[in-house]
């Protein structure tokens, strides 16, 4: 079998399949390390090679997610030789052999932090993209990659194209969200570019603003307001904010994007002020109706 062939043939099939460029390219490096630490070809690893492979990143100390990512990439790739190339052969990665992941709570900015972290924002374009991520709940990457033709402000409304899973949503605007945006809009740079945030400084001044790009500024501020905050805790902190203020969890799912709404769910957990008032109405007619 022609391994490099293979590859190639994966790679189109992945793109075929729609797959994001980030998640193609993980995909590819994750496979290129396995095939080097290799020492059988390809159509001959067993079970116990991939049992062998995770020990050999156990040893390297990654991460059980980034390890699971791993299997996710080869075990797809011995569906490709299976499927589409006719290898006559088992797939080695079993789905047992993920690893368990521990699930943390996702982590919200508190309410009084927040006008200490917008305090040391200065710039219009750092307010209006953090101001999206904390009251649209868009996602980093979905900031950066974000339009102009996906901005609707007249009817208040964000278009969010290929999400997370390749998936389109609407978010909408909320007042502050649309004075920051418009602010920044009257003094973007002149640029050709499409997206909707550019770098402001240096070599790359109106080029689209990274991911990266934007996960420094956030960085930055942090640090100049002491606090331990990151982009996607904005995003939490919307979701907290949405549940206590009794907003459906249908609603917050549709507006963050999310597949499952056990994934939504999760923000129950830390969402103590709403739990808090559910009780409190619910026991106050309890103890009417069962006095003592």
């Known amino acids: 079998m022609a391994i490099t062939d293979a590859i190639i043939n994966y790679r189109r099939f992945l ?19 396995f095939i080097l630490w290799l020492d059988v070809p390809v159509e001959r690893a067993t079970p116990s090679t991939i049992l062998s492979f995770i020990d050999h990143l156990l040893g390297k100390r990654l991460k059980p997610k980034t390890i699971n990512c791993y299997l996710d990439g080869i075990r797809g790739f011995y569906e ?67 339009t102009l033709s996906a901005l609707d402000l007249h009817r208040l409304q964000v278009f969010v194209y290929a999400g997370k899973g390749a998936k389109d949503r609407v978010v909408y605007l909320s007042k502050d969200t649309y004075k920051a945006l418009v602010r920044y809009l009257k003094f973007r740079p002149s640029s050709r570019a499409k997206r909707v945030f550019l770098v402001e400084k240096g070599r790359f001044k109106g080029k689209p603003i990274s991911v990266r790009g934007i996960q420094k500024c956030m960085e930055k501020y942090a640090q100049k307001s002491d606090l331990s905050v990151s982009c996607h805790q904005l995003r939490h902190t919307m979701a907290t904010q949405l549940l206590n203020a009794d907003a459906d969890l249908a609603t917050i799912q549709d507006l963050l994007g999310h597949t499952r709404i056990k994934t939504t769910q999760r923000y129950c957990r830390i969402s103590n002020l709403k739990v808090q008032r559910d009780y409190y109405k619910a026991i106050e007619r309890v103890a009417q109706r069962h006095a003592l």
């Open 15 to 33: 793109k075929r399949k729609n797959y994001s460029n980030y998640t193609v390219r993980n995909y590819m490096n994750t496979l290129r390390h």
């Open 80 to 146: 490709h030789l299976i499927h589409e190339e006719d290898v006559q052969i088992a797939n080695p990665v079993k789905r047992g052999y993920a690893l368990r992941l521990s699930k943390p709570l996702p982590r919200y900015i508190r309410d009084e932090d927040i006008p200490k972290l917008f305090a040391v924002v200065k710039s219009h374009r750092d307010q209006a993209m953090f101001m999206l991520m904390l009251r649209c709940g868009l996602r980093v990457e979905e900031v950066a990659k974000l």
